[in-house]
């Protein structure tokens, strides 16, 4: 008997620009399909999602939930999921990822909270829906940050951290009260996946030269099976993923500084510059510079070009 195909699962990361770690997701073509895609995906970074208009159907690895117009829901960044619309009623969606840490660390540290577990839990092992008939100021806040955000009135960015601060106690207080027992929300903790430590540690650690076995000690797996686990996920090798952040680091880089590319190797954790060009050559088609040179100046939304989706995708990707 053969085995059984578990899901595809696609991995979905934003670069968060660092000096405003928000990405903003919003308008008419934020319109879900209908037709279930099949496949499962998860993020980088904390997912805030907005329905704007109609309902559908929100899907986890082992369970799901409907929703509808004017509910708010919060995905921790290891939790795989999908969502798609009821039929013929095309639900239409905005969208925050956001890491509140590095977005309020100069501003308020999160070490001032005295639950800082809970946020750990929030980010990690969330997957919550807020109906429209609950807590109306998480849903005024997200709008507040979206607006604030597309509007860039003088010093916006002070008023989203503001905004976001506001938001985090509130979400912290809602997944802390009783309300979150009376809806429909998954087991997250099921729904997170063994890798999720060791793609962690690469978002933070990708400059540095570490082991391989480092990041199966940190899923708690040996080195042979988390290479077979992690490739059947990711769909490519631990190394081949180690190297793709650092590619994907160093468009960044190359795009809005003005680093040598002698610089922007070395920031990014490569050994030497000839194995930097070789590299991202042979993700991105081009040497660095003819690269950058193609690239300049930035064009809006090319920060996550090769990253995160800036549109949804159509229903036969």
Known sequence: MSKKKGPVIEFR??????????????????????KPSGRLHFHNCLDLGLCEENSGVMEFS????????????????????????????????SYIFIDFEALLESFFPLKLFTNIGDYEDLVHGSCIKIPYDTCPDIRHLIKGIISAFEQKAPNYQYSIRGLSLSLLIDLLN??????IKAIDSPKSKKNSLVIAPALN??????????????????????????????????????????????????TSLLRTTNMSILQISENVGFATISSFNRHFK?????????????NMPLKQG???????????????E
Not at 13 to 33: A, H, K, M, Q, R
Not at 74 to 84: L, Q, R
Not at 174 to 179: A, E, I, Q
Not at 282 to 294: A, F
């Open 302 to 316: 090319d920060i996550i070009k090769y990253t995160g989706w800036l549109i949804p995708p159509s229903d036969d």
């Open 174 to 179: 809602y997944k802390n009260s009783s309300d």
């Open 62 to 93: 082992d369970s799901c939930f409907k929703f509808s117009k004017g509910d708010v829901t919060v995905i921790g960044c290891d939790i795989c999921h999908t969502t798609y619309s009821t039929l013929d009623h095309l639900s239409k969606w």
């Open 201 to 250: 540690y690469v978002q933070d650690h990708y400059d540095e030269d570490f082991p391989i076995n480092t990041l199966s000690d940190l899923c708690g797996l040996s080195p042979t099976h988390f290479r077979r686990v992690f490739t059947q996920i990711m769909g490519e090798s631990p190394l081949d993923y180690i190297i793709n952040v650092k590619i994907t680091k160093a």
């Open 13 to 34: 990361s934003y670069e968060l620009p660092p000096n405003l770690p928000i990405v903003i997701l919003t308008g008419d073509e934020w319109i879900i399909s209908d």
């Open 282 to 294: 042979n993700l991105m088609g081009s040497s660095p510079l003819k690269w950058r040179q193609e």
